[in-house]
Structure formats: structure tokens, C-alpha cells
């Protein structure tokens, strides 16, 4: 068992990098997303709107073997770019959701107070929206994370050497019985170790801020689509 | 019953009852005693040791100002909150005993059948919004009290007929006024024909204009000798239907008597402070 | 191209499959959780919660390997499908998140409606079932619809443990055409065909829902 762990973990330092990568740029690719959602324009806020629903109802898996072989003709991509972008692309409007939320919870009465005190709308959008939205931001955007660590395991399907791709050598290595049953358990451990330290954090930080914006009433609406937004379990 | 002179006796938790003592009252059966009622919520203290009880056919008005524990009190009468220590009785039964030397917690059945007995109206009706002006009333004909379909529908019918709703039976509470909603409401529990009616402050919520719609079906209840507790900041409520007015604060009955007696000349100088606020909203 | 779709559309068949008996169990598994996680049972809270936290933690496919390779080793008579492999996956792994939103859609029921449930002599359970689930339907629904897109998405990963829908059939038929970029664009448009209106149809429902009961309570 203690060896089969020891050729797991060699797959976690993929799988972490992975998932930081993916993340900050599903993170990025939210940007503009969210701009053309918040535009004053209809139809670039339509155009935003589309995208969205598009790429959320697209499987990661899918998305996974699309930019890779589909750009395998133009771009020679290594796994683990393919991955990388795959699933920073995937995620991003769940990004672009979550940007979106925590500017509207601020927006509601801190414009007004910027106004009054006579910052112009860049000015009031860059000193005290965005500090509070990023602040309210951070809890889900962590619980995104969670969710990209997830869905790095599938990344294994073309080829990633991550913890899954670990998994499948010590299979495809043995011939069956317990080192099956130790393998797969393994790679679940695995996982529960990972993120669990990240959850613990995430909930930390909550805890904090609701203490912090105590009797602030958007706080709580925030969080708890927190939860709808999360990368999948799996894929 | 007479003013003033009816202080509380405090008592310890640990003691047993006093044998006759308190019950100058005995003479009187109570429908519903509630005795040596604390209630505490983690550090506060809602109820201080509070004696009350109701006996059949009288009307009480409680009033107190807001967290004096009056709402506090009226949810301990059908165990809509559970007393830190204290003893609940029905018809002389003991329904429930807190804290104590033998404390008794009352089965869910009998909490069940303790709250149809003793109905409730919220101040904010609470009707079940999924559910029409008739479907209210018929939950708990069917579920509670085991009506078939066609029973419930005809004695719910009855009750919203009683409170001058029958032609709005197929609304959705949304469609009806507050003042509406709340006799529907009253409709609901009275269809369980419970023995005392408990009123949570049921006008404060409404528009005034909407309020007397609902005095006036209280006072039909009242003609009909149903034994009524209400908290409420209606002075003039106290005055015309309750045969008794207690004045509640901080926990503890400050003093309880005829409304008329109290509203003209308050023993204590809480009731007055409190009258004189009531007076002026 | 139309021969792609030709030979995709049989996977349909078992994407649909996998996607309805995983979607009743999730949800019929998520509500016992969100009830669990209300209970005034001590132990049930504590292990639906727990429940919840592992299988958020632990990737679908990381349960489908335990499930498909690992379970058999324990026993032979534990062997299952990968079909039903991949539908207990889905729906243990899905639960977990749908079971939250759930939980969150009955906490929001005012508590005033339970002591008014209480007061007409309801038990707990006949105050769920009249009373409290109804009302928690209306902010479920849309995140029922958006677990449902969350189901499709995850038959893909099936694949992976041999299940033939979609997702294999393209990779397959790879093999055999050598057109991988146009194989999985056209295996995207079977999944977007479906996955994109149900996005639509979820963001109706809140919208409709929030409407036309105006004050109930909404989940955000």
C-alpha cells in the first residue's frame, strides 16, 4: 500500500499544477466575459450571454479532446497545455459569474456614496467597487478551485501524467486483486488530502468576512451560490 | 380576580408545588395553567418564574412592551417553545413539567393533541402560501384530526363561512388581503375546535383600515365563549373583549386585573409608562 | 459529416439512459441528504454533512475507478456493470452538490411556517411534506434543471470506464475515420443541442417561478 501511494503522489505535483494554471486562467478569460455581460450595449450583452450558455453546457471531456486534437494540426500542444486551456475555458463562465455577483452585491449603495463624495465612475469603480468585489469574490473563487482540482482527473485521457494517469500505470502494471482495490482507494485518499486543507481555508476566510461585513444582508446570498457554481465533480 | 394583589409567587425550581398556597385560584379550574414558567435563551432570560393561567370562557389581553417576554409566554401556552423549567397543564392534566425534580416531556402525540386543543394566529398569518384559502383550513382537518377529503372540505367551508370568507375559498393567499389572510387564518386553527385560542399580536401586522375586519370576528368568537389569550397593543381591544388584562415585563407579571380597572388606574408605574406609549401609537 | 452524426447517434441512446436513472437517483438521494442534514438526530446531521463534504472532495472519475476496478477485487458478486458503475458514480458523486442547494431551498421556508404547521397539530414529517417541501420546490427547481446539465456533462466521463455513449462511439469511430477534430466537434453539437436550451429553460423556471409566486422565498 505504502508503495502504491508513493507512485500516486507522483502524479500530485501535475495535478496541483494543473489546477492553478487552469484556474488563474479561467480566472483571466472571465474578464471580458463579464464585460460583455455587464455592457451597456444589448447586443454585446447578448453576445456574453451566449457564450456563457454555450460554454457551460459543453462537458469538459469533450472540451478536452477538442482543443487538443483540434489544434494538435495548427499548434504542437503538450497534454498538459491542452489541458490547461481546456479547462481554463470550460470554467470561465462560471468565473464570469461569480465577477458578476460580487459587483452587483457591491454596486448596490457604495456608486451612490462614490458619487457623493466626487469620484468620477472610473475612479469610484477602481477605489470601491472593485476592492469589496474582489473581497466577496475570493470565498467562491476558492470554491472554484476546489472544483478545477476535481476536474483535473480527467485530464489523464490524454495523457497528463497526473495522479490519475499514476493510477492507470499501477493497474495496467499489476494483474488485478487488491492492488486494484489499494490503487483506486489510493487516488481517492489522495484527493480528500488535497482538498480538504483548501476547504478548510475557503470556510476560514468566510468565517472571517461575515464577521467582518456582520449585518451586511448580501454577504450570505453570495456564498450560498457559491455552491452552484463549482467545478465539477468530475468532468 | 382582584387587582394588583395577585403577585406571582417566586419559587426555586427544586421545590415541589406549594399544596393550596397560590390557589386562591384553586377554586377556579384552570383550561390552562402554565406554572413557575422560566425560559432562558443561552443568557437571557425570557421568563422569570411567570403563574398564569386561563379558566374556561374568559378572555385575557396580555400587554407588555416588546421584549418584556409576552410572546415568549403565549408560545410556552401551546408549546411552540419549550420551558427551561416549569410546568404546563390541561383540563388539570399535566401536559408537560421542565426542570425540576421529575421533569415529563410530552410525547409528540401529545404535543400534537396539545396543539389542537390550544390553537394559534400568528401576526403574520402564516397561512401556507402553496396551498388556497380552503386548502389551509383542510390541512389540518385531514392530517391532524383524520377528516376524509370530503368532511374536511364541507366543515372547512363552515369555518371560512363562520370568519365571511366562503366565497374566496379557492384563492391563493396572495390574492387575499392581509386583513383576509388573517381571518383565514383564524379559520384554520378554529377548525380544529380548540379549547383556547392564542393570539400572537394579530392586527399588528395589518393596515389599519384592515384591522377591524378582524376585531370583529375575534369579538364573534368571543360572543360564542371562546376562551381567549392575546397579546396585543390594542388598548381598545383590552377594553371592550377581555375580562382580564396582565401586564407583563421583563419576564414577569407585573400585574393582572380588569382591563378597565388597569387602563383607569395603574397600580404600578411599568403599566403606566407602558399604557401612556400604547396610548399615543 | 452527416456520417459522424449517423454513427454518434446510437451512444445517444445509452447518454440518455445513463442521464435519467442518474438524475431520479440524485435527486431522490439529495433530498434525503437535505432532509438529513435538517434532522435533529445528531448522528444523521453529522454524517450527511460529512457525506457531503467527502464527495464534494473526491473527483467523479476517482469514484468510478473505485467503483469499476476496485469493488470487484473485494468481491466478486460486488462486480457491477460500467453502466451501473457510472450511474452510482453520478449520482453519489452529484448528490453531494445537489444536496446542499436542497438543503439551502428548505432552510429558506420561513420558520414561522413550521410552528404554524405545528400549531394545527402537523408532525414534523407531515410539516415536510405539506408545508415545508412544497414551498422549497419553487428555489429548487432551477438548480434541479442546472444539476440535470451537470448529469449530461458527466456521462461523458463514462467513457472513461468503458460505458459506450456518446463520448466513446466518437472516440472510436476516431479509429476508424481519422477525422478527430470533426468527429468531436460534432459530438459537442449533441451535447450543446441538449444541454444549451435546458440552460435557457433553468434561467425560465427561476425567472417564472420568482413571478408568479411573488413572495416565496427565493434561493439565490
Redesign the interface.
Known sequence: MAYVMRQILVGVPVTLLLAVLAWILCGLLALPITGLVRSRLLPLRVLGDLITMFVRGVPELVALFVVFFGLQQYVSLSPLDAAIIAFGIVEAPFASEIYRASLTTVQRGQRDAADSIGLNRLQGFVHVVLPQAVRFAIPPMINLFIGMLNLSSVAAAIGVNDVIQRANFLMSASTGGLRFLATTGGICIIYLVMVAPVSYVSRLIERRMRRDLFGARAPRRLWQRSIVIRGSGAA | MPRGAQQPVRQRESEPPIEGLDRSAAAVSYVLHIERAVKRFGQATALDGVDFGVAGGERVAIVGRSGSGKTTLLRCLNLLETPTSGTLSYEGRVVGSWGGPSPRTPSRRELSQHRIHVGMVFQRFELFPHLTALGNVMLGLRRSLGYSKHEARERAMEQLALVGLAERARAHPHELSGGQQQRVAIARSLAMEPKVMLFDEPTSALDPELVDEVLAVILKLAERGMTMVAVTHELAFARDVATRMVVVDSGEIVEQGPPGDIIHSPASPVTHSLLRRLRLT | MSSIITALAPGATVTLELTGISCALVFVLSVALAIGTNSRVRAVGIACRRYV??????????????LF??L???SPALALSALWCSVIGIAV??A??TA??YA?AIRSV?R??W??????????R?AYW??VL??AAVPAAA?TI?ML??V??????A??ITVNEL?LR?DSL?NINAR??AT??V??GF??V???P???AGRLVERGLMAR????AV??
Open positions: 463534504d467527502v464527495f464534494r472532495s473526491v473527483p467523479l472519475l476517482a469514484i468510478l475507478y473505485l476496478f476496485g470487484p477485487t473485494v458523486s452529484e453531494a452538490f446542499e442547494i439551502g420561513s414561522a411556517q410552528d404554524a404547521a405545528a400549531s394545527i397539530g402537523l408532525s414534523r407531515q405539506r408545508v412544497p414551498q438548480p442546472n446539465i451537470w449530461i456533462k458527466d456521462t461523458s466521463v467513457s472513461l463520448t466518437a476516431i478527430p477534430l468531436y466537434l459530438l459537442l451535447y450543446v441538449v444541454t444549451v435546458l440552460g435557457y409566486l411573488g413572495g416565496g434561493l439565490q
